[in-house]
């Protein structure tokens, strides 16, 4: 038994926003539950989470929140806590731990950003050293902004503590008092009263700024220059994130950076993440720049490390997210508010933390291990395409798209059921003629179905029998609907047969398979054609078809016709990587109005799109599902 849920702290999920920006989100219909699969757990309609309770300022203030305990505190005082072996034995504050001993990176089943090699630093980030009240010293990341004091920093909210010290282009090699920028004690802190480290929706807060104490009478602005702040314009940018690993995590102790990374929705909160390998404890508060100055030293930031689980996820060494998952929240009114407060040196209450409307979300790679086949069509008329997913234990869903890469909602077709665990494989096109996408399923009895308008008339009513059950039929391996040979409907349907024999059925129709042309043979090598798909992937008006091979390679036939095979085109050279692509389609789901957009689901769940692929490349890569 399998539940599709959201699994929070690892996954982002396919949603709404996730190619092209923030999307409202949509309330979507609930499967009844059965003995099989418990029902899909739902966010709320308006995709709001309720408040957690405001948190106890016994458990999160002083100096935290109240702001002035450090008010006193100079350089000299810095200088003489902060010893080399103090800062050596500081600990990230989010739970952040070591690389384990004999620790080596899971083997990708994507491409996932890997940080820079360490490089050293820029002037306007450094380390952030603080006391707990246990007595721990911790290590954070901060990055100077723009004030009218000249002496703001920000960090993350689960950074504040006692005897601070902001280290600007942090060496390790020298003492605090030898610093290439100085050490500046930190005056006042300011955080959001509302501020909750935990996994309630005021992780959404996780920032904090503080004031700092001058350095032989100047400001750290006017020594190291400042970084402006925008808000953050959406869910998915491109960033690079600065932070400094701790020696004791990261024996090269010096600042690292994922560069121009894209970031992904966190599924009920109002926060972005990464996945970007390197990411070690210290990282806490980093910067996350989409953009930097022609100097290099200062830019635009719009997020900073921090977040739910106070910035990463709490997984065990052997899971492949382990410190490479990493959260931000989006700066936004709250943001901006505590900004200006820390301007002026107020500590406002702003009262209860509402969020915004959220990414529409389905789910986790965990279930999508589960969606065995998929097809994309203009299953509503709306010109562009929607997705349906046949699941393991037989449920159908319809993912619906607004045509700018947006999922805005899902309904489901069939409940869970044991006839459509016998659904081998499906593809999608205009048979009918009706400008509205058609479901063919081939059966594992050999019948073939037709489903039309099955975005209007759903799946609850008798389909066409394209031909009944039959020994013939049970070998057609994999299917395609394309218009290979129709100028105007998808109409025509690509066979691989198990003995490798590739046969195109042009003019296909309710009822009847239209003309058969035969492109190959029987033959060995297509045997090891594990999936089709077709598209406009050459951008001409006919279509190409695209053939993933059991060694990985990739493969598009550009020029396809019912008198022969197009010209083969390389997208992949057999790889590793590729023989983990399970399930494959293609749609038009985005604003060129081409059907080039290449779905696919990872053997672990991962489900990636590449938008705009062509006939010889991959598209822009989206992830949809995080793997499991």
Not at 72 to 95: C, H, K, L, N, Y
Not at 172 to 188: C, F, L, N, R
Not at 228 to 254: C, E, H, W
Not at 557 to 577: C, W
């Amino acid at each position: 038994m399998y539940t599709r849920r959201i699994r929070l702290g690892a996954a982002v999920a396919l949603c709404a926003g996730l190619l092209l920006g923030n999307a409202a989100a949509a309330q979507a219909a609930t499967p009844t539950p059965t003995p099989d699969r418990p029902a899909t757990a739902k966010p709320a309609p308006t995709g709001k989470v309720t408040p957690a309770p405001r948190p106890s300022t016994s458990a999160t203030s002083s100096p935290t929140d109240k702001g002035k305990a450090d008010a006193g505190w100079t350089v000299q005082d810095a200088i003489r806590f902060w010893t080399p072996e103090r800062m050596a034995s500081a600990t990230d504050p989010s739970g952040r731990i070591a690389q384990p001993q004999g620790w080596v990176a899971p083997r990708k089943k994507r491409s996932v950003a890997a940080a820079d090699k360490h490089f050293d630093g820029i002037k306007s980030v450094g380390t952030l050293f603080s006391q707990s009240k246990d007595m721990t010293a911790h290590h954070c990341t901060a990055s100077v902004v723009r004030s009218n004091g000249h002496n703001l920093i920000l960090t993350a909210g689960h950074c504040l503590g006692d005897k601070a010290a902001f280290v600007p282009k942090y060496d390790h090699t020298k003492s605090a008092a030898d610093q290439p920028y100085g050490i500046w004690p930190v005056k006042e802190w300011f955080r959001d009263s509302q501020y909750a480290s935990d996994r309630s929706a005021n992780s959404d807060l996780d920032f904090a700024f503080a004031s700092l104490n001058e350095n032989g009478g100047r400001n750290v602005q006017d020594v190291v220059g400042a970084n402006t702040l925008a808000r953050t314009p959406g869910f998915v940018n491109q960033v690079t994130v600065i932070g400094y690993p701790m020696v004791k995590y990261d024996s090269t102790d010096r600042a690292f950076r994922c560069r121009d990374v894209t970031t992904t929705p966190l599924p009920a909160y109002n926060q972005m993440q990464i996945d970007c390998a390197g990411m070690w404890g210290g990282v806490s508060g980093g910067p996350w720049f989409s953009k930097l100055d022609s100097s290099g030293d200062t830019g635009e930031i719009i997020g900073n490390v921090g977040g739910f689980l106070q910035g990463g996820p709490d997984v065990d060494p052997t899971d492949p997210l382990y410190n490479r998952i990493t959260y931000s929240p989006l700066h936004g009114d709250r943001f901006f508010q505590l900004y200006d407060d820390a301007q002026h040196g107020l500590h406002t209450d702003h009262g209860p933390y509402h969020q915004p409307s959220l990414p529409y979300s389905m789910g986790s790679g965990e279930t999508w291990q589960h969606a065995k086949l998929m097809a994309a069509g203009d299953f509503s008329g709306a010109g562009h395409s929607d997705l349906i997913v046949v699941w393991t234990d037989g449920e159908v869903t319809l993912y619906t798209n607004d045509g700018n890469g947006h999922f805005i909602s899902e309904r489901q077709l069939r409940a869970a059921n044991s006839t459509w665990t016998h659904a081998e494989t499906i593809t999608a096109g205009d048979f009918t003629g009706s400008n509205r996408f058609d479901l063919m399923v081939r059966w594992s009895d050999g019948e073939v179905t037709l489903y039309g308008d099955v975005g209007t008339n759903g799946l609850n009513v008798a389909g066409t029998q394209m031909i009944g059950p039959n020994s013939t039929w049970q070998h057609a391996t994999q299917i395609t609907a394309g218009r290979f040979n129709a100028s105007t409907y998808v109409t025509d349907l690509m066979v691989r047969w198990s003995d490798g024999e590739l046969t195109l059925y042009t003019n296909v129709s309710a009822g009847s398979f239209g003309q058969e042309h035969k492109l190959k043979d029987a033959n060995s090598t297509w045997t090891h054609a594990n999936l089709l798909t077709s598209g406009e992937f050459s951008g001409n008006q006919k279509w190409d078809l695209m053939v993933q091979w059991s060694d990985g390679e990739l493969d598009n036939y550009v020029g396809t016709t019912p008198s022969a095979l197009g010209t083969e085109t390389r997208i992949q050279d057999a790889n590793d990587l590729w023989t983990h692509n399970t399930v494959m389609t293609t749609g038009n789901f985005t604003t060129n109005h081409r059907t080039d957009d290449l779905v696919i689901r990872w053997s672990d769940g991962e489900t990636t799109m590449y938008t705009d692929t062509g006939m010889n490349t991959l598209g822009t890569e989206h992830n949809l599902v995080p793997h499991a």
